[in-house]
């Protein structure tokens, strides 16, 4: 059927009450609803149509999927109405100077859902725009990957609060310019949903949720093309069922996949997806984006597909949430992460390299494959944006291209050694104090966990470390996009090794870069004698600039080459940002700045320049220079 059949079709259904909506022609919101179906059903129908094709399962599944949509913007509150048309007004109105984020675990952070509402006058004092509360849905008790193992997503983890707990901060910090971030973990459920439970029981339609074998022929086959992921959890892709049965788990052995070959299945996920965002969700993080199609003979990653579902989602959200945005969560090669981010697809991207980057250079002291990066894979297409970050909830791995060290002769290999080994102090010399993740000595492979102060130095009692602290964040508050900080790393929490002794916490030192909210820390972020109070005061300095500096904005910039190994430099339209990665002075000699005129002014620090005399910059110091107008 065409698409403007299935638009005719669809509003004779209406008109003849063929449709169970809840909203009527006398809503007032009808009109725009109806507006954004028109302009957006054709797009939705053809890539539902290229996944699942027209035959009568997908037809009837699309039928329902428009009912679901126009029963979804009828419970769509007048708030939330009210902020889709304003972000619709101004479709980059995440790329403002303005943003800065947050990310935290609410246990971890506050307690509770309502520990959360009374951090509110700090959100407000750091200057953030953007919360991202870590999983909280309701998961297992110890099998639960933190949280990413999801046995419903209309439950709040009762530890944490209620549904309506949820909706109440989801209101408070809308009212205070806050944006609310969850987790949307559409890969996998838990082994405990209801519907991986029907699956166990055999229950025809939600056998058919999951990819469920009766034996090992079929995993075999696909394991032949599939790599694994936590081997120290289960070989290959597949884990057996107590009844003999095999179902896809890619990642642990408690995370079922789900069957996106199943249009049932894209119908379901889309309910889950918009019923959170009518709770008042402004951004979803969709996680392991690159593993949600499978197909046999491939690895299973990244296949086009995975891209159509995506945009299928997105279409689903323009029709009946248009505020609500998705991030990529692809931790994969920098070629493949790219890919995903489009205004039709995912508008937000967390930026895995650039933050891969700043700790290699801080490592090596060189600057090189960070301004590579920033000159070749930085600028994004027009309407989205990165999410900056120095470290995540996550560990660290080492994400650069292969391809991209040989320009500089560096063996990949080796480097991820060398790099591994530093951050986990096993180089003569090493200032951090990470953990190694999945640790395999057979492979080489390692990933680091860790906070930012201990990996930074701070736990080590090394004097530069508050230097190298504000210098990596400096870096994410002046390329563009959204700065993401995790909450607590602003007044130099270190590791918490403590947390492997929690229960379900055993064998993933991940958490030890999760410690709990820093009270002492945050009770001296006022006093300049602590170490919480030199790094606090730093970090509001620079956020205060950032927000003042209107070329920051947006998200292209251009490299500045400075033809000094340790010197990153780019421009932002018009200020200049140089940064020294290393231990000793540098300087930047005259002719670097020829097309700059003759002074210029460190917005940070408020000094003058004369670039006719050049630059010296002083240990991990950077600035932020824009052009003084000549007398």
């Known amino acids: 059927m065409t698409a403007g059949l299935w638009r005719e079709a669809y509003r004779i259904r209406r008109r003849h009450g063929a449709c169970t909506a809840v909203v009527t022609w006398q809503d007032p919101g009808m009109t725009t609803y109806d507006e954004r179906l028109s302009a957006e059903l054709p797009r939705l129908q053809s890539l539902f149509g290229e996944i699942y094709g027209n035959g009568s399962r997908a037809t009837a599944e699309f039928d329902g999927l428009l009912h679901d949509l126009e029963r979804s913007w009828g419970e769509r509150s007048a708030a939330m109405r009210r902020l889709d048309e304003r972000h619709e007004a101004d479709p980059d109105w995440f790329s403002s100077n303005q943003m800065l984020g947050g990310v935290c675990y609410v246990d971890l952070y506050a307690g509770r859902l309502d520990g959360v509402r009374s951090r509110i006058p700090y959100f407000r004092e750091l200057g953030l725009t953007y919360l991202h509360l870590m999983p909280l849905f309701l998961a297992p008790e110890e099998n639960s990957d933190g949280g990413y193992a999801v046995s419903s997503y209309r439950d709040v983890n009762p530890a944490l609060g209620t549904m309506a707990d949820f909706e109440a901060l989801a209101a408070e910090l809308r009212e205070n310019g806050i944006s609310l971030v969850v987790d949307f973990v559409f890969n996998h459920t838990s082994n405990e949903h209801e519907w991986a439970r029907k699956a166990l029981a055999k229950d025809p339609v939600y056998e058919d949720f999951y990819l469920i074998f009766p034996d090992r022929t079929m995993p075999d086959r696909y394991e032949l093309t599939t790599r694994e992921i936590f081997p120290d959890d289960h070989p290959g892709s597949f884990v057996p069922l107590p009844d003999g049965r095999w179902v896809w788990a890619t990642f642990y052995h408690f995370q079922w996949d789900l069957n996106y070959a199943n249009p049932a299945v894209f119908r379901a996920m889309a309910n889950e997806l918009l019923q959170l965002a009518n709770r008042g969700v402004n951004i979803l993080r969709m996680d392991a984006v690159a593993f949600i199609w499978k197909q046999l003979g491939t690895t299973s990653e990244n296949l086009p597909q995975a891209h159509l579902l995506l945009q299928a989602f997105n279409a689903v959200c323009r029709i009946a949430a248009p505020s609500l945005l998705f991030k990529s969560e692809a931790i994969v090669h920098p070629d493949d992460v790219a890919v995903y981010i489009r205004p039709d697809e995912c508008q937000l991207s967390y930026n ?280």
């Not at 508050?477 to 002794?501: K, R």
């Not at 030192?509 to 790094?535: F, I, K, M, N, Q």
């Not at 990153?568 to 990665?581: P, S």
Request: glycine share 10%.
């Open 352 to 631: 895995p390299l650039q933050m891969a980057l700043i700790w290699n250079s801080l490592a090596t002291r060189e600057v090189n494959l960070l301004s590579q990066a920033l000159e070749e894979r930085h600028n994004l297409p027009e309407h989205t944006a990165w999410v900056n970050y120095v470290r995540s909830h996550d560990d660290i791995g080492w994400t650069f291209s292969d391809d991209d060290a040989r320009v500089f002769g560096i063996d990949g290999f080796e480097h991820r050694r060398f790099l591994n080994a530093f951050y986990v102090n096993r180089f003569e010399g090493s200032f951090a104090r990470g953990v190694p993740f999945q640790d395999n000595p057979r492979t080489g492979d390692c990933r680091i966990s860790g906070t930012t102060a201990s990996l930074a130095g701070l736990e080590a009692g090394d004097p530069l470390a508050i230097d190298r602290i504000v210098l990596a964040h400096s870096i994410v508050l002046s390329t563009g996009g959204v700065p993401l900080i995790y909450l607590g790393d602003e007044v130099g929490q270190l590791n918490d090794y403590a947390s492997l002794d929690v229960p379900g916490h055993q064998g993933d030192s991940r958490w030890v870069g999760r410690p709990d909210y820093p009270a002492e820390r945050y009770a001296e972020r006022t006093d300049p004698s602590t170490d919480a109070g030199r790094l606090s005061e730093r970090f509001q300095h620079l956020i205060d600039v950032r927000k003042r500096t209107a070329e920051f904005a947006g998200g292209r910039l251009e490299i500045f080459h400075t033809h000094e190994p340790h010197v990153l430099g780019y421009q932002r339209a018009g200020v200049l940002i140089l940064a020294n990665f290393s231990e000793g002075e540098r300087r930047l000699d005259a002719e670097r700045f020829g097309a700059w005129g003759s002074t210029a002014t460190d917005l940070v620090s408020g000094r003058s320049f004369d670039l006719s005399e050049g630059i010296v910059l002083a240990p991990y110091e950077f600035v932020w220079l824009r052009a003084t107008a000549s007398a």
